[in-house]
């Protein structure tokens, strides 16, 4: 080229003969690439099982199952060396292992298997046992590398990866004993608030709930309270999970969308609330979730469940409405009938509440411990926030509205105290496990941080009423009456005096018309 410049002449390929000398340069290159490309361009590599755990076969904790990885048409050449390499996608959820062998995932959850020499069509059998409740996934892949041809047989750079064709799915679900411990306290809790609403029941008064369903405020704020402001700022709340909590997202929102909860009417009656504002609208607001929790899933629900599969459970709520009904309608029988054991009922209506709350706290965190590595800041986050925000709109909503004392506690109590246990059970029978037991993790936790603070908010309420009595209603009432009783005795003093004055101003003109009268007899006289 230099000669042909220098005479003054081009090349006649000028200027495609700069792209021929790059070709030229780079083919070496890619003759090594297709030779890569063609040494695991027929290799078929895939799991034996789409997955594992997934169905009737459950990957149960502290089980395992065996599973293989399947290599076809695996043509290997002698100046390659092979590895097949297997990624767990959560190593605390699952390990992958073969103990015959001495392979073992490391903690990233990486497993290398040297797989040189193996003939064209090789399995390699391997084990997963369930560590922990949660999904995961293993990816598998083989590395081919050259073997360097001079000096030493080291291996140089990575020449090709051929994936599996999919990926190996692993469900790991509750133990056996964990899930009869969950039913027993389930059930457990089941037939001791069956007990309390009983006993609310015969300390219902219907006069009372009819009086209440005539003047509709209370029921009222309570209803928009609670379908309106929980099922949004839950909502809002569940961003605080990143998109790959779904199960996290799904159980704060049904959380949000359930109705007022049982235990709120004990926690009224335990803060001297308005108890019959308080069944009225549990009872109002365990109906109307036929309806709202169904709407708010379509609304706002689509959009956290867009990629997981669920089905509104309207039997479940069916089925829990009426486990709340009956036992109220047979306490309210109770005391239309029974009345002597309708009063012996509403004494130990407060006692009862009490046990129910410590035998909620202690056997819960018993059969549910598991849940407590599942709890992550998130979750308290959420656990906490929710319950108190719906307190303090309630209070503030209500005060607003100017609604005396006892209707500000109920309405309050009611908006904050979520029935947990319809969210909860609502998720374990929609939702395939381990998704239910995943979602339903942040329903527990509400119910576990609800009841502590509101103990001690009730302690405190109790050592300040003993030691700093307030004027209470009954007090006022007393000197109202005092003050009447007062003034009407000034009026009775008033009016006595007036009738004196009268008397006398009688007396007076008597005196004077018998006076004028002597005069005009006398007159007559002379």
Known sequence: LIHFYKRGKMCPLYPFHIFVIYCCMLLPILLVTVQGAENLAGWKLNFSTPSIGDGENKLRELTNQTFEVMCYDCIQDQDHTYSLELKNQDPNIAKVYNLHEGWEQDESGYLQINITGYESDFN????VSGEFLGFSHVSAKVIAAEISSGGGGQEKPRVEEKHADSELKLVVTRSKAKKTASKIFGYSVAVLISLAYINMGCALDLQVVKKVLLRPWGPAIGFVSQF???PLVAFMLSFIFPPDMPEMRLGLFVTGCSPGGGASNIWTIMFNGNLDLSVTMTTISTFSAFIMMPLWMFLLGEVIISNTEIVVPYSSIVKYGVLLVIPLTLGILINIFLPKVSKFLVKILKPLALFLIIFI??????????????????????????PWLGFAFGCLFSKLCKRERKDIIAIAVETGVQNTGMAIFMLWFTLDHPAGDLAAVVPVAVATFTPLPLLFSLVYYRIKNKYCPAKTTEDFDDLTKDMTDSIEEQKLEAARKLQAQDKEAARLQQAQDMKGDSNMNIKDVA
Not at 124 to 127: C, D, G, I, K
Not at 371 to 377: E, P
């Open 228 to 230: 309106l402001f929980m």
């Open 124 to 127: 390699v059998e391997l084990n």
């Open 361 to 386: 706290l202690v056997c819960g965190i018993w059969s549910q411990f598991f849940m407590i590595k599942l709890i992550s800041w998130r979750i308290g986050l959420v656990g906490f926030g929710l």
